[in-house]
């Protein structure tokens, strides 16, 4: 991909929605930045990353992971071992029944899994969309912001570019398209 990219469920499952099908409001609400820099290269993101956010984890529409991975973009380190979703999360973000999740790497799974673990999961039992290549999550803080994540708008469409915006109090527009 080149840029932020979304998945819709139709990306593995053809009677699954497309982007186009799922109503506005899928990709807007309030998100919540989840810092796991500490997480290194093939590290996996577990639960005990969103321990110190409490119940405001659970509120947020979205979780937005922070590995810190965007630092490598335009290099091939980029596309290699970057952290991933621990499956006890990916249980979590079902059950608490996310909108969608993101992170500042290639995807969700990690690239030697061809099966698509994680994308299956979430996309077999819910409408929840899968955001990638984010960038400037750092800039987000480290409570709730307002989350805009919209994709364009193609017919039958699987995934697409997306321009996402986290809105917070400072700074006033924090940017991480």
């Given amino acids: 991909h080149t840029g932020t990219h979304m998945d819709a469920p139709n990306h593995l499952f053809p009677h699954r929605p ?85 992170l500042d790497t290639i995807g969700i799974d990690p690239i030697a899994d061809t099966h698509l673990t994680r994308h299956r999961m979430l996309f077999a039992q819910t409408d929840m969309v899968v955001i990638e290549n984010l960038t400037n999550l750092e800039q987000l803080g480290s409570g709730l912001v307002t989350f805009l994540a919209l994709p364009m708008k193609f017919q039958r469409s699987d995934g697409a570019p997306v321009r996402a915006i986290g809105i917070s109090d400072v700074p006033p527009f924090g940017n991480f398209d």
């Fill in 18 to 102: 497309t982007l186009d099908a799922l109503p506005v409001g899928q990709f807007v609400g309030s998100a919540l930045v989840i810092d796991c820099s500490s997480v290194g290269e093939g590290g996996l993101i577990t639960m005990e990353h969103l321990v110190p956010y409490g119940k405001t984890a659970d509120a947020a529409d979205f979780l937005l992971f922070y590995p810190g991975w965007a630092r490598f973009w335009g290099q091939e380190d980029y596309f290699g071992s970057y952290p991933c979703l621990d499956i006890p999360v990916i249980d979590y973000l079902i059950q608490t029944k996310k909108k969608g999740v993101g």
